[in-house]
């Protein structure tokens, strides 16, 4: 059974740290895009980082630019999104997502996507 797993998230001061995991079972990431998306209340999902396993081609949203960072451990077929600098406007719940794909990029819309993890809660409060 194909499955993404997040965790990691937490509640966390503004100006601090929090690394997500995203870890596939079922499948090996390579020849995979994942991205990373948060959905705060209220608000649409939007893309924040998605990198292509084979290769480490990563994009970002602008608004993130600079603070996350998104890596993958092939040993442990595991992506990792390490957020720093967070501001409250980071609070949302962020999901993992896989797409398989023979093009050597990664969207940063949900659409292509198709093996969604559950979820993971990052709360970003003094």
């Known amino acids: 059974q194909l499955q993404l797993v997040e965790s990691g998230g937490d509640l966390v001061q503004p100006g601090g740290s929090l690394r997500l995991s995203c870890a596939a079972s079922?499948?090996?990431?390579?020849?995979?895009?994942i991205g990373w998306f948060r959905q705060a209340p209220g608000k649409e999902r939007e893309g924040v980082s998605c990198?292509?396993?084979?290769?480490?081609?990563?994009n970002y949203a602008d608004s993130v630019k600079g603070r996350f960072t998104i890596s993958r451990d092939n040993a442990k077929n595991t992506v990792y999104l390490q957020m720093d600098s967070l501001k409250p406007e980071d609070t949302a719940v962020y999901y993992c997502?896989?797409?398989?794909?023979?093009?050597?990029?990664?969207?940063?819309?949900?659409?292509?996507?198709?093996?969604w993890g559950q979820g993971t809660q990052v709360t970003v409060s003094s």
């Open positions: 990198i292509y396993y084979s290769g480490g081609i990563t």
């Open positions: 997502a896989a797409v398989r794909s023979v093009f050597r990029r990664c969207s940063l819309s949900d659409s292509p996507y198709t093996y």
């Open positions: 079922g499948f090996t990431l390579d020849y995979y895009a």
